[in-house]
């Protein structure tokens, strides 16, 4: 059988005469407690609280660490206005993650996929994968200036595309971590350089790490001593 929807909610945000948002109180509280018991006696603080000039995102991922499925709302002068519930936070949290996925992909759309006109989408992914092939024409610059090198030694050339792929793989590794931390809050502007310092000293780590995996194996089916150390060190 079929019913209405009925939403419960165990907070009750408590407001003083002028509607200043003063704390909440918890809906097992106001049952359980005697009918002469004072609101002030089982007040409790609130653990977060959103304001009305706060970025959608900024309240989705506050209400989140705090595990809040309700969040109130309040003015510059601590009015409370209104509340944001579970539904509010998931559809916050889809879209924002929509967009990270967007942006990802290399382009950036207000509407949904198939609102939107197909010119649009071959004209922000045409210009997003146009900027990546210049910037990768770079690698024929640096080979044109090692031909000699490389032609003398086809040992070095048979490894190029090992390397290309594993700095593919590490920037995918950390483009990856970035737009994770952003998109939770765990990178922010108070913990930004920390996150850069730690990331160098991982890729510095991994790094070692790699290169000693590389000389390895192509040591082992190579026995080239310096060749294996060009190529493990590149």
């Known amino acids: 059988r079929l019913r209405p929807r009925r939403d419960l909610y165990r907070n009750i945000y408590v407001t003083d005469e002028q509607n200043r948002l003063v704390g909440l109180i918890k809906l ?38 705090y595990r809040a499925m309700v969040a ?16 509010t936070l998931v559809e916050v949290l889809q879209q924002e993650a929509q967009e990270d996925v967007q942006k990802m992909s290399g382009f950036f759309l207000n509407q949904s996929y198939l609102e939107s006109t197909t010119a649009s989408i071959v004209f922000r992914r045409g210009a997003f994968l146009a900027f990546l092939l210049l910037a990768e024409s ?33 920037s995918s590794q950390t483009s990856a971590i970035v737009i994770q931390g952003l998109s939770s809050g765990d990178i922010n502007d108070g913990n930004v350089r920390k996150f850069l310092k730690r990331e160098l000293f991982i890729g510095f780590v991994l790094a070692i790490f790699l290169s000693l995996i590389a000389f390895i194996r192509i040591y082992t089916f190579h026995p080239e001593v310096w060749g294996s150390l060009v190529v493990s060190l590149s």
């Open 138 to 170: 770079l690698t024929s610059v640096i080979m044109e200036n090692f031909h000699a090198t490389l032609s003398a030694s086809t040992f070095l050339f048979s490894f190029i595309a090992m390397l290309v792929a594993t700095g593919g793989n590490t």
């Open 72 to 87: 109130p709302v309040v003015s510059d002068q601590n009015f409370l206005l209104g509340v944001i519930d579970d539904e």
């Open 28 to 65: 097992e509280d106001l049952v359980l407690k005697t009918p002469e018991t004072r609101l002030s006696s089982i007040l409790r603080q609130v653990p977060f609280i959103a304001t009305v000039d706060q970025n959608q995102e900024e309240v989705a991922n506050k209400m989140a660490h």
